[in-house]
């Protein structure tokens, strides 16, 4: 009996010790499990330049709708008012014809009296008033003057207020063509801006196509590194990923019942299922500062693509961390280093990541490099390397993450500026 007891309490001491061990293999690793569930939320700020753009085409296109209704309403406001004057100018037309006519009537009619005038005093003139007829006939041509001069005053007073009433019937004529123009050149306006807002959407939509696309790599390339983080620690699950999955399954259950929404020239932009799933589960990230001295940089010469921290998505709003850089080279074929002493626990070619390094530190901190083109020969995990270490190669782009116990560090803070 006393045999059994000491064998039960042996098994127990040793299962003490083995969950012990998990325990602390589990806070060794905190910061990766952690980074599971949060850097699913990465975007990058390699997306501002095409958000911003899409954002501006947006912005143009609500605009031109603006405009597009402005024009439209006007136009239908004034349709009635249109035929009227369009009526009114053919109206005006016809009158100006008649008054230009009657105009017309009017100086032959002047110049028939004073043909007639011109005749009779020539005739008088080739002749002496010697009989009594002769002297009729200068009173009579007198008369005829006279009345001739009255006929001509009245006709030349007619002729001045048709005058009048052609300028009159001009002016109306060119206000309401100036006004039929205008409603005219709205109206081809209107189609040049319906074709205009036609094309912006489509470039809209292309580019959205590409923008939702470069998200979802994104979380690609973040769920492949979260599952080796995740590998590297498998004897223990939070419950985090669980509710975060179920919550997405009733979100797209609901998504398969909710109406398609809109063009999106007249709704503000809403992102897609799948990339709303990026940044569905974000919260704020734990972090600290970085207080030891600076150390070198894993790329020599290099420009920084992502920068670490919050970040605010510029086409859909969403409200993100990013928990590492990414560093451009600014040569191809670029030697990458290991910038602290440490020990290789992960070194592996991964679908989307390319290549990926991760080493553990002293003081529970790891440097996580992905992207990378070659892996140096030489590294195996297990293997102890120093600072300074040449790991791999990359042609352009390496992706650098450092993690410490349960916070997460800005790389930019650790290592030095680029030359």
């Given at each position: 009996?006393?045999?059994?007891f ?51 085409k ?22 009635s ?9 053919k109206e ?8 230009e ?29 010697i009989?009594?007829?002769d002297?009729?006939?200068q009173?009579?041509f ?10 001509i ?5 007619e ?29 081809q ?6 074709t ?45 990923k ?21 063009s ?8 897609p ?7 569905s ?12 001295p ?30 590492s850089v ?11 280093r ?25 003081n529970?901190?790891?440097t ?12 195996k ?23 410490q116990?349960d ?7 650790i ?5």
């Amino acid at each position: 009996m006393h045999k059994i007891f000491l064998v039960f309490l042996g098994v127990v001491l040793l299962s003490g010790n083995a969950i012990e061990d998990i325990d602390k293999n589990i806070n060794t690793n905190k910061s990766k499990l952690q980074k599971k569930e949060k850097e699913k939320n990465e975007i990058s700020n390699l997306l501002s330049t095409l958000g911003v753009k899409i954002n501006q085409k947006h912005e143009q296109i609500k605009e031109l709708d603006k405009q597009i209704e402005q024009i439209q309403n006007n136009i239908n406001k004034n349709q009635s008012q249109n035929f009227e004057q369009e009526k009114a100018l053919k109206e005006y037309k016809n009158s100006l014809n008649k008054l230009e006519k009657k105009k017309l009537d009017i100086q032959d009619n002047i110049a028939n009296i004073l043909i007639k005038d011109m005749a009779f005093i020539m005739v008088l003139n080739h002749k002496s008033p010697i009989s009594p007829d002769d002297i009729i006939l200068q009173e009579i041509f007198k008369s005829l003057n006279k009345d001739s001069k009255n006929r001509i005053e009245a006709l030349s007073k007619e002729q001045n207020t048709i005058n009048a009433q052609i300028s009159q019937l001009s002016n109306n004529i060119n206000q309401i063509s100036s006004v039929i123009n205008v409603q005219k050149d709205k109206k081809q306006k209107l189609q040049s801006m319906i074709t205009e807002q036609k094309k912006l959407v489509g470039n809209l939509q292309s580019e959205l196509q590409a923008y939702n696309k470069k998200l979802k790599d994104i979380d690609s390339e973040r769920k492949s590194l979260d599952k080796i983080l995740g590998n590297l620690n498998i004897l223990k699950q939070t419950k985090e990923k669980e509710l975060l999955t179920k919550k997405l399954k009733e979100e797209q259950a609901k998504q398969k019942l909710a109406p398609k929404p809109q063009s999106v020239a007249t709704n503000e932009l809403q992102a897609p299922l799948d990339v709303r799933q990026v940044a569905s589960s974000y919260r704020s990230i734990s972090t600290t500062k970085y207080t030891g001295p600076k150390t070198i940089s894993p790329l020599a010469s290099y420009r920084v693509e992502q920068k670490f921290g919050p970040y605010f998505d510029p086409v859909y709003k969403l409200k993100v961390f990013n928990e590492s850089v990414t560093l451009v080279s600014k040569v191809p074929n670029a030697v990458v280093r290991n910038i602290f002493d440490g020990r290789v626990v992960y070194a592996k070619e991964v679908p989307i990541l390319k290549k990926v390094i991760i080493i553990e530190h002293s003081n529970e901190m790891h440097t996580i490099y992905s992207q990378l083109d070659k892996i140096a020969p030489t590294i195996k995990p297990g293997l102890r390397i120093q600072k300074g270490y040449v790991i791999g190669r990359v042609d352009q782009r390496l992706g650098f993450e450092v993690t410490q116990k349960d916070k997460h560090i800005d790389p930019l803070e650790i290592i030095s500026q680029s030359k």
